[in-house]
């Protein structure tokens, strides 16, 4: 779901071109493809005249509607691993609605963290599985 704030109309999926009013968001953009700001009266890329209209950016809800559609499968299929395990090591319905809660707030606290901080989280996590790599290879020798 995408909401154009150009004709107010929400969208299904996430279409790069509003259905309804044939704007874009957040970008103007070329025949080609190439991503322009909002100003932009040429393409910067092609040098084409032919930009789409820019609805502008797009609202937080929407971005958080195509969030939750991105990431909803995934937690659903988190859960059910999740439910299968406990169910294998039968432990309380309680620590499985508290282990839940912990996941959502996750899930949540890094939707809303900025880009910046994720890009610091995913270079850590690469980092630290570069050097689990490097280790697992000098145990091996
Ligand atoms: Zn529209
Ligand atoms: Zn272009």
């Given amino acids: 779901m995408r909401f154009c704030p150009s004709c107010r109309n929400w969208v299904a999926g996430r279409p790069v071109y509003c259905s309804n009013c044939g704007r874009t968001w957040n970008y103007r953009i070329c025949p080609r493809g190439h991503l322009n700001p909002p100003d932009a009266n040429y393409c910067s890329t092609c040098g084409s005249l032919d930009l789409s209209s820019c609805s502008g950016m797009e609202p937080w809800f929407s971005r958080l509607a195509g969030f939750v559609s991105k990431t909803l499968p995934k937690v659903i299929l988190i859960g059910f691993t999740v439910l299968i395990l406990l169910n294998l090591s039968q432990r309380s319905f309680e620590n499985l609605v508290g282990f839940v809660i912990v996941v959502g707030i996750l899930v949540i ?31 091996r020798r």
């Fill in 109 to 139: 606290g890094y939707s809303l963290l900025p880009r910046g901080i994720k890009r610091v989280l995913g270079w850590v996590w690469v980092m630290g599985r570069k050097r689990i790599n490097s280790r697992g290879q000098n145990a």
